[in-house]
Every structure is written in structure tokens, then in C-alpha cells.
């Protein structure tokens, strides 16, 4: 977060209005909600597998999520009394500053509590926050840590979406998880990919990170110059069809293609393909939301690490982009502020739609797949880590990972921005990441 910008706007209580409040309010009923609508296609057996160390149970996530807001908005009240104390220890994620954690790697260990006790969890504090919205109890430090936990929960959400997705793709019977869902809209599925063009950038200083306009996250700050080589980027991401060029063109078994790392986990993890992919008698394949579906040649590729969105540049003759051209470009395209059109969660949970990239018809930088950047995630010049215990939020991972702009098709269309800086470690690939390239 752009603290200092963001509490400044926010730093007199008499300024939040009825109708400010309003809105939060409904934002909070309406992200909390969400949450719940994502497990509704689920069992109670399906929400407690942990399918590896980086998947939560889809219970841990509902849990964990009301643990925020338990954690950091409720117990300063006195006269609060906590759902459950030993809540602390089992859905405390990283902060270490709070206390003790249960290990992250044995989280499907924990079959207690219940998913209808969580549910009760989610009610009670619900409850105690909905009260607290009705009666403007909420000053603006504690607003300020309620958008934090929205933003926070929306980020589960994805993390929910893509757990499950993994979790469900161990099954051998490889079930969808909404059979309800259809794969994609008739005028997205008639459309193939725009052709890929390329957008020059003379060598300039430009100005990098968060205006303090609106809420932002403290790694998107503080805005600062930063000088770009000259340059070209994509104008749409790598295509299925484009990335399978690669896979058959022998890419996952040349060396020279490949990181040091990346090639070792190649392997020893005998990759071939992205994640999902499945080659079978009728030709590829791609495990989704939706079950397995034919590989779509239109679709941008997604579910690839780091490692293999950069031997693909390689092979192409290209690289990935820097963080910084990247932001530079999409400034230049997306309107802040307003709706953003893309390929968002929200809007394909609401279509009925499954949550699954669709072909990019139009130059377009948010939503639909991460895209990795060759930037390792660092901080900016500056930068200051939000106070207390929320300064582990963001800063002390700032070491061996790399930096994914844009958003996916999982994440919701009100939590993204230009200035976003996600980050995972080089060889994750479980969420819908995939590649734009620059020369
Ligand atoms: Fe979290």
C-alpha cells in the first residue's frame, strides 16, 4: 500500500460519508460473498485436500480470510471476545509478528474444524463488522485495514480458484468443478487471437508505481523515474498454438534454451508441456475449471513458470519484458479508474462462464493471465513497509522470486492495476500465468 497517500486521504473520519460508507459496506457483504460462491460447487471432501506445499484447503482459505479481519481489525476492541482462541495458532499464515503458526505444508492434516464451523466463523465476525460498518464504529485507521482485508481476501479467491483447479487435477476421474459452467461465450469462442504486433519504445525516463490515487498495495510504491532502453512489446500474449510450436519443436528436451535451474527441474520433473496440458489420442489437451476440454489454439498459454516462459523467449528469439516496460506499456492503454473490460473472475462467475482464459480479441494488459517479467521482485527506491504486524504483508518476500503483472481470469476485475506487482518464485506454475514478450 501507498500508505502515507492512502491514509492522508482517508485521515479525517468526519470526511467518510454516508454514502462512502455505504459503498464499503456493500463492497465488504459483496467480496465476502463471493468467497462462499466460489465453494458452492464444492463437497466438504473436496475443501480439505492440500494436493502440494503451496495448495491451502479451500476451508484454510475461508478460514484464514475471517482470521485477517478477527486478527487485525477486532481483538484491539475490549470488549470483543474471539470465536475461537486456538483459531490464532491454526490460521495465522506468516505473521510472525502476531504469533506461532501452524505449519503451512500440513494444512489438509487439519479435518477440525469442520467447514460448518468455519461458516459459523465467518458469521460471527461478519456480523461484528457488519455492526460496526451500520454504526460508523470504524475510524479511519480501522477503514483502512478493512480495504486491506478485502483486497486480501480477493487475492485468496484466486488463490481458491487456482488451489482447487490443482487439487481436482490429481483426481484421475478429472472432474470439473462446476459442471454448470460453460467453457466459454459463444462470441469469445468464434474469435481467434488478434495477430501479434509490436509496440516501439524509444529509450526514456518514465515515471514507475502508484500515484497514491485510490488504494495500493505498500509494494506498488513509491512512485519514482526509472529509465527504459529502447524497446518493443507485444501487443497480445503467447498463444497455445505459439507455445506448442515450442513443445514440438523439441523445447522441453534442448539445454540451451533453459536457466541452469529451470533445466534441472526439467528434468527431474520430466516436464514436456505446461501444467494441465495432456497429449491424448485425439490430439492435445488442457485440464480446466470446465474438466478437459481440447487445447485451445487461440487462448494465450497459461501455467508455466518463469523457467519455461523464458526458454520460450529464447527459442523465439526474444525475452520477457522488464517490470517496468511492462507497467510503461499498459499505462499507455488502460484508463485508470475505470471498468475494467478484460477476461476477470467476477465478470465470468456472473456469466455463468468458467474460469478459464478466453482468446485475446483485443489489445488488452489486464486480466485473462499473469505475465511474468524478468524483473526479480525487489523494492523501489524508497520503499516503506506498511506499520506493525502488516509490514510482513508484502516486503520480507522480496528475495528469490520474480514479478507477474496484468492479473488472470481468476482474479476480480475491482482488485487489479497497472502498478500491481505479483510475485512467485521461478518455478511455480499453478497459477494462470503465462507469457508476453519483448525484443
Ligand atoms: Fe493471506
Known amino acids: 500500500m501507498n500508505t502515507k497517500a492512502y491514509q492522508a486521504a482517508v485521515s479525517d473520519s468526519s470526511s467518510v460519508s454516508t454514502s462512502a460508507l455505504q459503498a464499503i459496506s456493500q463492497r465488504f457483504s459483496a467480496i465476502r460473498s463471493l468467497s462462499l460462491r466460489i465453494t458452492e460447487p464444492l463437497s466438504a471432501e473436496d475443501c480439505v485436500i492440500q494436493s502440494m506445499p503451496d495448495v491451502s484447503p479451500i476451508r484454510w482459505h475461508l478460514a484464514h480470510t475471517t482470521w485477517f479481519f478477527e486478527t487485525f481489525l477486532l481483538t484491539g476492541i475490549s470488549d470483543y471476545r474471539p470465536f475461537n482462541a486456538q483459531y490464532e495458532y491454526l490460521f495465522n499464515s506468516y505473521y510472525n509478528t502476531v504469533g506461532k503458526q501452524f505449519p503451512r505444508h500440513q494444512r489438509g492434516l487439519l479435518s477440525r474444524p469442520g467447514l460448518d464451523e468455519i461458516i459459523d466463523y465467518r458469521l460471527h465476525v461478519d456480523a461484528q463488522l457488519g455492526h460496526m460498518l451500520d454504526e460508523d464504529l470504524l475510524d479511519a485507521n480501522a477503514l483502512h485495514i478493512l480495504e486491506i482485508g478485502l483486497q486480501h481476501e480477493q487475492q485468496h479467491q484466486e488463490l481458491m480458484l487456482t488451489d482447487i483447479k490443482h487439487v481436482l487435477s490429481c483426481n484421475p476421474l478429472l472432474p470439473a468443478y462446476s459442471p454448470t459452467q460453460r467453457q466459454t461465450s459463444e462470441s469469445h469462442s468464434l474469435l481467434g487471437a488478434i495477430p501479434l504486433e509490436w509496440t516501439e519504445?524509444?529509450?526514456?525516463?518514465?515515471n514507475i508505481g502508484h500515484d497514491g490515487n485510490g488504494f495500493a498495495f505498500d509494494n506498488e510504491g513509491p512512485r519514482h523515474r526509472a529509465l527504459l532502453q529502447k524497446h518493443s512489446i507485444a501487443t497480445r500474449c503467447v498463444t497455445n498454438a505459439e507455445f506448442?510450436?515450442?513443445?514440438?519443436?523439441?523445447?522441453?528436451?534442448?539445454?540451451?534454451?533453459?536457466?541452469?535451474?529451470?533445466?534441472?527441474?526439467v528434468c527431474r520433473e520430466e516436464w514436456r508441456s505446461p501444467l494441465y496440458w495432456l497429449r491424448g489420442n485425439d490430439g492435445w489437451q488442457e485440464f480446466t475449471l470446465a474438466g478437459l476440454q481440447p487445447l485451445s489454439a487461440a487462448q494465450p498459454v497459461s501455467h508455466v513458470s518463469y523457467f519455461e516462459a523464458d526458454a520460450f523467449a529464447r527459442w523465439a528469439g526474444k525475452r520477457l519484458p522488464t517490470e517496468y516496460e511492462w507497467e510503461y506499456a499498459a499505462q499507455n492503454s488502460v484508463q485508470p479508474g475505470q471498468r475494467q473490460e478484460g477476461v476477470f473472475a467476477d465478470h465470468l462467475m456472473d456469466n455463468g462462464e468458467a474460469v478459464q482464459p478466453q482468446p485475446q480479441a483485443k489489445e488488452e494488459w489486464l486480466g485473462n493471465v499473469w505475465q511474468w517479467t524478468s524483473s526479480d521482485y525487489s523494492a523501489y527506491p524508497g520503499f516503506e513497509a506498511e506499520e506493525g504486524a502488516l509490514g510482513e504483508y508484502n516486503g520480507k518476500f522480496m528475495c528469490n522470486q520474480y514479478v507477474l503483472r496484468g492479473g488472470s481470469c481468476a482474479t476480480s476485475s475491482t482488485h487489479i492495476r497497472t502498478t500491481y506487482r505479483n510475485f512467485f518464485p521461478p518455478q511455480a506454475r499453478w497459477q494462470f500465468s503465462g507469457i508476453r514478450l519483448a525484443d
Not at 519504445?201 to 518514465?206: S, W
Not at 510450436?245 to 536457466?259: A, C, K, M
Open 201 to 206: 519504445c524509444d529509450e526514456q525516463i518514465v
Open 244 to 265: 506448442l510450436e515450442f513443445v514440438e519443436d523439441g523445447g522441453y528436451q534442448r539445454p540451451e534454451l533453459w536457466l541452469s535451474l529451470g533445466w534441472d527441474l
